[in-house]
């Protein structure tokens, strides 16, 4: 796909505050450590066309600066201290107001119908605006970035954020919704201050240092082509059409019933998933004794123990694990095998849909392509070979939205609320 122009790239800082906003250092837990050698998480929306009259590159900036304003995390930036005496680094987010990345596109030619069509999946990338940016990069690098690109008959919203600085709840439910409503006048000039997490629990010294060797490049790996010149990748996308979607939950749902006795009303993301995962040991010639693992973020506001408010804003992600053996649930099937996800963790709800600008609901939303596990029909037995050898041979877990996640810390110290 040819015809996306970049207008402008620019930085749009937080509106000025008349008294100044003391200057917030924000240290890293295990946590957001976590996502350190991880790509930025990117998604997006599709918007109807917006009128005219609005303005609305001008209306997007000024919106945003004043979204800014409250939620002052993403407009600064990564500190890395290198730590001689024992050569690790460590790292916190200084909100010293440096702004977002906003870069403003047109591709007048380009309709939404080829931006969703599978033939152009290979330009996909064009559209969002940290490709290949991992989260230690945001020592140089915004640690948040938006891309607006004029279609012919629609508007391509679409970003990439640090996920050391915010999780889907708060980047959805709390920034987002707050940028659609100063956009389109229906926010109120009261606000509450920023609610940032109490960032440590208990018994956790900081600043956490980590090997040195975690926050520079990944060396070259001999067979895998590099996608950037320091990132490497492997592109696999996978299409679920909604009836397959729909299928496969029926089928979990009746499996479960079998085994359980009464309904858990498994989820779509729940259903989809464990196909993916036993599709993937089923075809992976693994020995039955074999111990396999499935990883899944999930949301730890109410989960720990004490909770904490549901309004915390940053990222409160931690790691649910199923874990079984290639035998066992070759023997039993999908609705064994989604049974097991759904004892770990429920599904993840943002409030993606609820956002609007005023120029009408949104048409799409869409992953970046590079994270997106979609099926257009069953798994064949080559291509979940090949990926099962990439996923192998980098330690890829089937976690729901990231490629090559690598822990160093323990979360044994998480102290999880029975469901």
């Not at 930085?11 to 000025?16: D, K, L, N």
């Not at 940028?179 to 229906?186: K, V, Y």
Request: charged letters at 20%; glycine letters at 6%; one cysteine or more.
């Amino acid at each position: 796909m040819v015809g996306i122009r970049v207008i402008s790239d620019t930085i749009v800082g937080a509106e000025s505050c008349e008294n100044g906003l003391d200057r917030v250092k924000i240290h890293l837990t295990p946590w957001d450590l976590f996502f350190l050698r991880t790509e930025y998480a990117q998604r997006a929306l599709i918007f109807p066309q917006a009128d005219p009259e609005t303005h609305m590159i001008s209306q997007l900036k000024s919106s945003l600066s004043v979204a800014l304003k409250i939620f002052y995390p993403f407009a600064g930036r990564l500190v890395k201290i290198h730590n001689e005496d024992d050569e690790t680094a460590s790292f916190f987010v200084d909100c010293d107001g440096s702004g977002v990345k906003f870069v403003h596109a047109a591709a007048k030619t380009i309709s939404v119908s080829d931006v969703l069509d599978p033939a152009n999946d290979d330009a996909w990338s064009e559209f969002f605006p940290a490709n290949g940016v991992e989260s230690w990069e945001g020592v140089s690098e915004p640690l948040l970035a938006l891309q607006v690109t004029e279609l012919k008959d629609g508007v391509f919203i679409g970003y990439g954020v640090n996920h050391m600085v915010a999780d889907g709840t708060s980047f959805w439910s709390f920034f987002f919704k707050s940028w659609t409503e100063i956009f389109s006048a229906r926010w109120k000039t009261f606000y509450h201050p920023l609610h940032l997490r109490p960032w440590f629990l208990d018994g956790i010294d900081y600043p956490i240092r980590v090997p040195i060797s975690e926050t520079v490049s990944s060396p070259p790996v001999e067979g895998v082509v590099a996608s950037s010149d320091h990132h490497l990748s492997r592109k696999v996308i996978f299409r679920f059409t909604s009836r397959h979607i729909s299928e496969l939950k029926a089928k979990a749902n009746y499996e479960v019933v079998v085994f359980v006795g009464y309904d858990l009303n498994i989820s779509s993301f729940q259903a989809v998933l464990a196909h993916m995962w036993l599709s993937v040991i089923r075809n992976s010639d693994l020995n039955p004794e074999e111990v396999i693992h499935c990883k899944l973020a999930m949301e730890m506001r109410q989960r720990l123990n004490p909770s904490i408010e549901k309004e915390c804003f940053g990222n409160m992600v931690g790691l649910a694990t199923s874990t079984t053996t290639a035998g066992e649930m070759l023997k039993n099937g999908l609705g064994w095998t989604v049974l097991q996800l759904n004892k770990t963790v429920g599904s993840p709800r943002f409030n993606v849909f609820g956002n609007d600008f005023g120029w009408g609901k949104r048409l799409r939303f869409e992953l970046d392509r590079e994270l997106l596990a979609m099926v257009k029909s069953l798994f064949t037995r080559e291509l979940i070979k090949e990926a099962w050898r990439f996923i192998r041979l980098y330690g890829l877990t089937f976690w729901r939205n990231y490629w090559l996640m690598r822990s160093f810390y323990s979360m044994s110290y998480v102290h999880v609320k029975s469901k």
